[in-house]
């Protein structure tokens, strides 16, 4: 049987198929599983197969699925053994909070052969307890959703296929295609754990909840020293032993995910004692294993936070926990802490932000997204900006918050190269399209200091295989006045090599327009401060077309930044502005997201232009 006609059989079954992973994630529901408990696809795959479940039935059918492990484990089962064949008959949960009865028939299901997870998944086949789906296909609104979505399948797959000739596969399948990127985009690779998005979204959905929440943040002690003894194979090796050890110490419908490096987080759902199972995991961890033929005890530092009724969102108590975890490694490691108010004010939690942000450099934890600048006289995207990025606990960290910090710790120079290499190497593609296009990268005044910046920069761009031509580098006017670097050197240098030097926060420092032709510029940037002044877009303000046309008398190009209403975009179009940027065209986003945010930016253009 063709694979994909298999395919459209699980997608068109009367029953309500579900695949429940080793660690009690749903990795696969067809559309009958959607229809029954009111779910969109995308919200279930990923999510822990308890959410399906009425609580009165959760600890009896994970009983079931205990017996169904033990009964095809070697030897006979016990008495009273679940089969494969007998259902459990209980009561699921649909979205919208209502219950109703349904009968759950199990399946072990072996991992195909070279899988990188080996573990054992189960089929769940599950009906309505008079043996028929609501909403399979009886008379009334039920049965007419059904017909209605049926004749829209069977529309669509009987139109041209992709390439042109006649469609040979049920859309379905290239929608079960995206859903499985999708829910492997919510998984750690090596782990198979949750990462951060997805445990950010389980815990917002937690909190939505009136019942209890703890959330435990934790970090392997010495994890940096035992990666550079052990080797990195080993130290991936623990890391997944770890991943195991905590999936043990919690229940099913516990969530168990790994931040990043040797991150971890558990998020426990109406817990009656959490510090019972933060002390389970300590000892847990603790034990002796062996890796990479060494015997090693992989002690742990952990923050414990609860739900409270100070507790705004999920990114306060994650801050919460990590500052208790910050206290846990103050007191000696291989500790547990619970979080206390004052704690947010220590000398060592301060601290840990530069040792966090060390960690996360030498992990490669710093990204880089991209926001458009569009030309309106072209009409088009002629640039894309590259803004660092820190994502700490599963959630991204200002930049205002942690550049600060990398510029008095010394990591400005790494960060900053890292920024320009991801930039060139992710953005590249694009740049080949036009000559004309380029990538602009924020530079510190710091950077500068070092006497090899220029001649690192340009060996950046010809190992990713930019054209210096199509590189811009920014940088605030103080920069430009800093007497203790030689940055007026180094930016000639850059300038002769075709590298495109510009001003941002034009206007809020030091030069002046007849100091501008003293500098290796080729454009300045409007600062959004000024940008924010125009409210309806009748304002009287002389200054922007004074420094427009000043700029422009100088061969310089100007770009306004900030643009947050088309109100403001057509008052700079008017006024001569070469190009613009701001959340009105779109927010920097990551570079798979670029053709959505080229897309984003030219509507709204066009918006500005019709209305003009």
Not at 216 to 221: G, H, K, P, V, Y
Not at 274 to 293: C, F, N, T, W
């Amino acid at each position: 049987m063709e694979a994909g006609f298999a395919q459209q059989l699980l997608e068109y079954s009367p029953d309500a198929l579900v695949l429940v992973a080793q660690d009690g994630a749903i990795s696969f529901l067809n559309a009958a599983a959607e229809r029954l408990f009111g779910y969109p696809r995308a919200q279930l795959l990923g999510a822990d197969h308890s959410m399906l479940l009425a609580e009165a039935s959760r600890e009896e059918f994970h009983g079931v699925l205990a017996g169904l492990a033990k009964a095809a484990s070697p030897g006979s089962p016990s008495p009273g053994s679940p089969s494969a064949g007998s259902p459990f008959a209980g009561s699921g949960r649909r979205a919208d909070g209502t219950e109703l009865p349904v009968e759950i028939t199990c399946s072990l299901v072996p991992a195909p052969a070279g899988a990188a997870d080996p573990g054992t998944s189960v089929a769940l086949s599950v009906r309505g307890a008079a043996g028929r789906n609501p909403g399979a296909g009886s008379a009334g609104t039920a049965g007419r959703t059904l017909s209605g979505d049926f004749a829209r399948r069977r529309t669509s797959a009987a139109g041209a296929s992709l390439s042109g000739g006649p469609a040979t596969a049920a859309p379905a399948a290239f929608a079960e295609h995206d859903d499985e990127l999708k829910a492997g985009s919510l998984r750690d690779p090596l782990t198979a754990l949750p990462n951060g998005p997805l445990f950010n979204e389980r815990l917002a959905a937690a909190l939505r909840r009136p019942d209890p929440v703890d959330i435990l943040l934790l970090n392997l002690d010495d994890f940096r020293h035992l990666n550079d003894v052990l080797g990195r194979s080993a130290a991936d090796e623990l890391l997944v032993e770890v991943a195991s050890r905590l999936r043990n110490c919690v229940r099913p419908h516990d969530t168990v995910a790994r931040l990043g490096g040797d991150e971890f987080a558990v998020l426990l759902t109406e817990c009656l004692n959490a510090d019972a199972v933060a002390k389970r995991i300590a000892e847990s961890l603790y034990a002796p294993l062996r890796v990479g033929g060494s015997m090693v005890r992989p002690g742990v530092s952990m923050g414990l936070a609860s739900k409270s009724v100070q507790t705004l969102d999920g990114a306060e108590l994650l801050r919460q926990a990590d500052a208790a975890m910050t206290a846990a490694k103050a007191a000696g490691k291989n500790n547990w802490v619970r979080f206390r108010p004052e704690m947010l004010n220590t000398a060592a939690h301060k601290a840990d932000g530069d040792s966090g942000l060390r960690r996360a450099v030498e992990l490669g934890q710093i990204s880089v997204h991209y926001q458009p600048v569009v030309s309106p006289g072209i009409g088009s995207v002629v640039q894309f900006e590259a803004f660092a990025r820190w994502e700490r606990h599963g959630r991204l960290v200002p930049p205002n918050q942690f550049l600060p910090v990398a510029e008095q710790s010394g990591l400005i120079r790494e960060i900053g190269d890292e920024v320009l290499r991801r930039a060139c190497a992710e953005i590249r593609p694009w740049l080949a399209g036009d000559p004309a296009y380029s990538v602009a990268v924020n530079v510190s005044g710091l950077q500068f200091q070092h006497r090899d910046f220029a001649a690192d920069v340009l060996a950046i761009a010809g190992s990713t295989g930019v054209d210096p031509r199509q590189l811009t580098l920014e940088l605030t006017e103080s920069v430009f006045f800093d007497a203790s670097s030689d940055v007026l050197g180094q930016l000639r240098q850059l300038r002769g090599a075709g590298v495109r030097i510009a001003m941002d926060d034009f206007g809020t420092g030091y030069s002046t327009l007849g100091r501008l032709q003293e500098l290796p510029l080729d454009m300045v940037k409007i600062d959004r401060s000024f940008v924010a002044m125009i409210k309806t877009g009748q304002e009287q303000l002389p200054f922007f077309a004074t420094m427009i046309s000043a700029a422009h008398a100088l061969g310089l190009k100007v770009t306004a930044e900030g643009i947050e209403t088309p109100a403001q975009a057509k008052y700079l179009m008017d006024r001569g502005c070469d190009s613009l940027q701001g959340y009105l065209f779109a927010k920097p986003a990551p570079a798979s997201h670029l053709a959505g945010t080229m897309e984003s930016a030219l509507n709204a253009l066009d918006k500005v232009d019709a209305a003009r």
